[in-house]
C-alpha cells in the first residue's frame, strides 16, 4: 500500500479565521520503508501577506514565520538561499496545493482518470502533467495523520485548489486507534503518548514534516 502522511502548521485552530503556515507531506510505500533521507518528501511553506492567529500558535511557529518575512521581503539573492538550504519549498496561497499534486503525481500517488489525461497535459522533465483549470480530475489518496479527518483536512480544504484537485479517501489511517490502552485510557492518546507507547524516540516538534515521519514510524510497528 502506498499512503501519505500529512501534516500542517497553523496560526490557530479555527479554520474559519487561522491560516495554513505549512505543510509536510510524506509518501509511505509499505512495501519498501524507506529510511528518513531517501523517503518522497513535500515540505512548504505558505506566503501570507497578513496573519491572524492565537498567541500560543503565532508563539510556537515564530521561526516558520521568520523564515515566511525574510523570504517575502528579501531580494532573490535571499529567496535562493532559502530555497537551497532552508529545507523549505515556498509556495503562494494559489500554487501551493498544484505543487502537492504534482509531487503526487511525480512520485505515481494516488487514482486518476487517466483517459482524461490524453486530451490535456503539461510537459514537464519530459513527463505529462494534467493542466490545472475547471475540468481538471482530482486524485484520489490514501492519508494518515494524527487528527487528520478533524483538524488538518480542514484547514486544507480552505486553500485554493484542494477541493479540485485532491481527494482524500474516507478511511483515514489515525495511529492513535493502534496505541489505545482500552483499560485505562480516558480518550485516545496523544502522539506524544503514541511514540513513547511504541518505543519511537525523539520529542513532538510540532514541524509538520518531522510529525508526519512520527507518524509512520508509529504505523510502521504494524506491517
Given at each position: 500500500?502506498?499512503?501519505?502522511?500529512?501534516?500542517?502548521?497553523?496560526?490557530?485552530?479555527?479554520?474559519?479565521?487561522?491560516?495554513?503556515?505549512?505543510?509536510?507531506?510524506?509518501?509511505?510505500?509499505?512495501?519498501?520503508?524507506?529510511?528518513?533521507?531517501?523517503?518522497?518528501?513535500?515540505?512548504?511553506?505558505?506566503?501570507?501577506h497578513e496573519l491572524t492567529?492565537?498567541?500560543?500558535?503565532?508563539?510556537?511557529?515564530?521561526?516558520?514565520?521568520?523564515?515566511?518575512?525574510?523570504?517575502?521581503?528579501?531580494?532573490?539573492?535571499?529567496?535562493?538561499?532559502?530555497?537551497?538550504?532552508?529545507?523549505?519549498?515556498?509556495?503562494?496561497?494559489?500554487?501551493?496545493?498544484?505543487?502537492?499534486?504534482?509531487?503526487?503525481?511525480?512520485?505515481?500517488?494516488?487514482?486518476?482518470?487517466?483517459?482524461?489525461?490524453?486530451?490535456?497535459?503539461?510537459?514537464?522533465?519530459?513527463?505529462?502533467?494534467?493542466?490545472?483549470?475547471?475540468?481538471?480530475?482530482?486524485?484520489?489518496?490514501?492519508?494518515?495523520?494524527?487528527?487528520?479527518?478533524?483538524?488538518?483536512?480542514?484547514?486544507?480544504?480552505?486553500?485554493?485548489?484542494?477541493?479540485?484537485?485532491?481527494?482524500?479517501?474516507?478511511?483515514?489511517?489515525?495511529?492513535?486507534?493502534?496505541?489505545?490502552?482500552?483499560?485505562?485510557?480516558?480518550?485516545?492518546?496523544?502522539?506524544?503518548?503514541?511514540?513513547?507507547?511504541?518505543?519511537?524516540?525523539?520529542?513532538?516538534?510540532?514541524?509538520?514534516?518531522?510529525?508526519?515521519?512520527?507518524?509512520?514510524?508509529?504505523?510502521?510497528?504494524?506491517?
Amino acid at each position: 500500500m502506498k499512503y501519505i502522511s500529512i501534516d500542517v502548521e497553523t496560526t490557530g485552530l479555527d479554520p474559519e479565521r487561522n491560516l495554513v503556515l505549512s505543510i509536510g507531506a510524506i509518501i509511505e510505500d509499505t512495501t519498501l520503508k524507506l529510511d528518513y533521507e531517501n523517503i518522497p518528501k513535500f515540505n512548504a511553506i505558505i506566503l501570507h501577506h497578513e496573519l491572524t492567529g492565537s498567541p500560543r500558535a503565532i508563539t510556537m511557529n515564530k521561526e516558520l514565520i521568520s523564515l515566511m518575512g525574510e523570504y517575502l521581503e528579501g531580494n532573490k539573492d535571499v529567496r535562493k538561499k532559502h530555497d537551497e538550504h532552508s529545507g523549505f519549498q515556498f509556495f503562494e496561497p494559489d500554487d501551493v496545493v498544484k505543487a502537492f499534486f504534482d509531487f503526487l503525481w511525480k512520485n505515481k500517488v494516488g487514482e486518476y482518470d487517466i483517459d482524461f489525461l490524453s486530451k490535456t497535459v503539461r510537459i514537464i522533465d519530459g513527463r505529462s502533467y494534467p493542466i490545472f483549470g475547471g475540468n481538471t480530475k482530482s486524485l484520489l489518496i490514501n492519508v494518515a495523520g494524527k487528527n487528520f479527518g478533524t483538524f488538518d483536512k480542514v484547514f486544507l480544504e480552505k486553500l485554493p485548489w484542494w477541493r479540485k484537485l485532491i481527494q482524500v479517501k474516507q478511511r483515514i489511517i489515525d495511529p492513535s486507534i493502534l496505541c489505545c490502552n482500552w483499560d485505562n485510557d480516558e480518550s485516545l492518546p496523544s502522539l506524544r503518548e503514541c511514540k513513547e507507547r511504541l518505543g519511537v524516540k525523539g520529542i513532538v516538534t510540532h514541524n509538520a514534516l518531522e510529525d508526519a515521519w512520527d507518524v509512520i514510524q508509529i504505523l510502521r510497528n504494524f506491517y
